[in-house]
């Protein structure tokens, strides 16, 4: 089962929001995509950070958060390992505020 966790982003701002799954992740990829409030997806926004330990950064730059509608949308992330297999480690939703001066 995956850990469930919200994220927070201000519309039009850099997002940036490390983690940390704790074990060694050596050869398996990792991805995660945002789903906005109208189900927009927002961009693959992972990368290991360092994969023998389990960190990762999530980040999603100012002009793409630019473009995401205010309110409540989905994220996920899941590793692939080098055999193939996918699992879902993380998931919550993504709350969108928006963004007043532009």
């Known amino acids: 089962m995956s850990t469930i966790y919200d994220l927070y982003i201000t519309q039009g701002s850099d997002f940036s929001e490390s983690m940390d799954i704790t074990g060694d992740y ?20 992972i990368a290991w950070t360092d994969d023998t330990e389990g960190q990762f950064d999530m980040t999603i730059t100012n002009t793409v958060t630019a473009t995401m509608s205010a309110g409540t949308g989905h994220y996920d992330v899941e590793v692939e390992s080098p055999t193939g297999s996918v699992s879902r480690i993380l998931q919550g939703r993504v709350y969108v505020d928006k963004e007043v001066t532009v």
């Not at 050869?27 to 997806?41: E, H, V």
Request: net charge positive; no cysteine; hydrophobic share 30%.
């Open 26 to 45: 050596t050869g398996y990829t990792i991805r995660g995509k945002a789903l906005d409030s109208t189900n927009t997806l927002s961009a693959s926004f």
